[in-house]
C-alpha cells in the first residue's frame, strides 16, 4: 500500500476521534490522540511495509498489543481496518461509559 493512501485509510477510520494528528510520510508513520486520551501510532515499515500500531504508554514505553494478542503485520486494506477496528476497541474498552456519552455528545451525538 502507497503511504498517501494509508494516511487517508487511517485517517478516515478514526475521524473526528483522531485529534493532534502527525503524518511523517518519509516514515510512513501516522499519529494521533484517540478520545482526547490515547497517543497511538499506526505505520507500514520493515524490509515488506508490514503493518504496526502502538499506544504510548508511561515512561516512553508503548503498548503494541491488544486483547492479549498482536495486530497483524499484513499491509492489505481489510487487514488494516481490522487492526484498527481492535485498536478503536480497545481504547473504548479502557474508557468509561460517562465518558463515551460526553464524549460523543460532543462530537454530534453519534458514534463516529
Not at 15 to 39: C, I, P, Q, V, W
Request: with cysteine; charged share 25%.
Amino acid at each position: 500500500m502507497e503511504t498517501a493512501e494509508f494516511f487517508d485509510l487511517v485517517e478516515d477510520f478514526f475521524g473526528d476521534r483522531a485529534t493532534m494528528k502527525g503524518f511523517n510520510r518519509s516514515h510512513a508513520e501516522f499519529t494521533a490522540t484517540l478520545y482526547e486520551t490515547f497517543r497511538v501510532t499506526c505505520g507500514l515499515g520493515g524490509d515488506h511495509g508490514e503493518f504496526g500500531a502502538s499506544v504510548d504508554a508511561a515512561a516512553g514505553a508503548a503498548l503494541s498489543t491488544f486483547f492479549g494478542r498482536n495486530l497483524s503485520l499484513n499491509s492489505d486494506r481489510e487487514s488494516i481496518l481490522e487492526s484498527l477496528r481492535i485498536l478503536d476497541d480497545w481504547c473504548r474498552l479502557h474508557l468509561t461509559d460517562a465518558f463515551l456519552k460526553r464524549y460523543e455528545a460532543g462530537l454530534g451525538g453519534e458514534r463516529v
